[in-house]
């Protein structure tokens, strides 16, 4: 036996099995670093290839080479309102197809991630609705996989599921979506989730310019405190400052604040009011009167919202037929189109639509889009 020992390992026995070894170990490390999403911060290398850092919307993520990505700004004539920035992440993978997308969207409302939710999927055709809290970068928001049921109009009966994830962060929200399943008459087709998740982990927020956010000194002020010295709104618990966007309105190279006031009461919110800065002092703008109503519609009751789309102020609300209760209006939406008049020193209306009563089951977001288009903006 000892004369077995000290014999040895030949060497090319000896090369081979050095080799096998250095195979298991790289592919150990290669299977820890594809793999592990970790539970700590994760550092990224600003050199890899794989790096996007988007400075609009104030992030940095790690994005898989052979996935196809479109960006869009508010600045490239996206007219979705509150919107700063969108990310959409493809494949054409027939056995895994991916399809992500992170958006960045203006908090006007003050809303939470729970508050998001439900606004974003009111009068949505869904099921299945399953939602969770998440943490990204330290921040707790919301996670929702749900199911989309199909609509009449779709007529391959499609069910889509889902993951959306919901982070408020700096008067914004961030929204990541990823596409799971889809389901055609019993046929499945699966979708890339799994990088979804390991792109997720990569994802760290950053210090930006703010390109999105051009702060004037109207910004500076307490619209809530000038609103009840206006006569807007009354110094009462009841009734506050709603909704505040900042867009230059006039055309005059500055910024406006434009808002609505919320009363506690059943009249709801009422508006919008536009104000400007005149050698440092908030002045309130003027704007028409709302175009007439049919008589066969009715009234509004009130309950007014708005939005801002390429700098154009549009006031939206629901309509009501005569006999309809205050909770449930039935005759559609009625959407009216602003122009600021500098002969007349004022916003005129310069068109009004209505949207069919179907309308009012959708979101928000659907309808205000299908005005933007009937507008023609």
């Not at 040895?8 to 299977?31: D, H």
């Not at 960006?71 to 919107?83: L, N, V, Y």
Request: proline share 4%; aromatic share 10%; glycine share 6%.
């Amino acid at each position: 036996m000892k004369s077995y020992l000290n014999k040895g390992i030949s060497t090319p026995l000896a090369i081979g099995i050095i080799l096998v070894l250095a195979v298991i170990v790289a592919g150990i490390t290669l299977a820890y670093q594809y793999w592990w999403v970790p539970d700590q911060e994760v550092e990224i290398e600003e050199t890899s290839s794989n790096i996007y850092r988007n400075e609009n919307g104030g992030y940095i993520v790690i994005i898989p080479s052979d996935l196809s990505i479109k960006h869009t700004t508010a600045e490239a004539g996206e007219t979705w309102p509150d919107f700063i920035d969108s990310l959409e992440i493809t494949s054409n993978d027939s056995a895994a197809p991916a399809e992500w997308r992170i958006e960045v969207l203006k908090n006007t409302a003050g809303l939470t991630a729970d508050q998001r939710v439900e606004q974003i999927f009111r009068g949505s055709q869904n099921q299945n609705k399953v939602v969770t809290d998440i943490n990204i970068e330290g921040i707790e928001g919301k996670k929702l996989v749900i199911d989309y049921l199909p609509t009449d109009l779709d007529p391959e009966n499609t069910i889509t599921n889902a993951t959306s994830i919901f982070i408020v962060k700096d008067n914004n929200i961030y929204e990541f979506f990823c596409m799971n399943k889809t389901t055609q008459n019993s046929r499945v087709k699966d979708y890339d989730t799994l990088r979804f998740d390991q792109m997720l982990s990569t994802f760290k927020f950053i210090k930006t310019q703010a390109s999105n956010v051009l702060k004037d000194d109207i910004r500076n002020i307490d619209l809530s405190k000038f609103a009840v010295e206006a006569g807007i709104a009354v110094p009462e618990l009841s009734q506050k400052i709603n909704a505040s966007q900042y867009a230059d309105l006039d055309n005059d190279g500055k910024e406006e604040a434009a808002f609505t006031a919320f009363s506690g009461g059943s009249s709801g919110s009422f508006g919008p009011f536009v104000v400007k800065l005149k050698n440092n002092v908030p002045v309130q703008l003027k704007i028409d009167s709302d175009p007439p109503i049919s008589e066969e519609i009715g009234s509004s009751w009130g309950h007014v919202s708005f939005f801002i789309v390429k700098s154009r102020l549009i006031k939206y609300f629901p309509l009501y037929k005569s006999g309809d209760a205050n909770c449930c209006p039935s005759a559609g939406l009625r959407y009216i189109l602003y122009k600021w008049d500098n002969s007349l020193s004022k916003f005129v209306a310069e068109k009004a639509i209505n949207l069919e009563p179907e309308w009012l089951n959708k979101t928000y977001d659907e309808s205000n889009e299908e005005a933007i288009k009937r507008f023609g903006l």
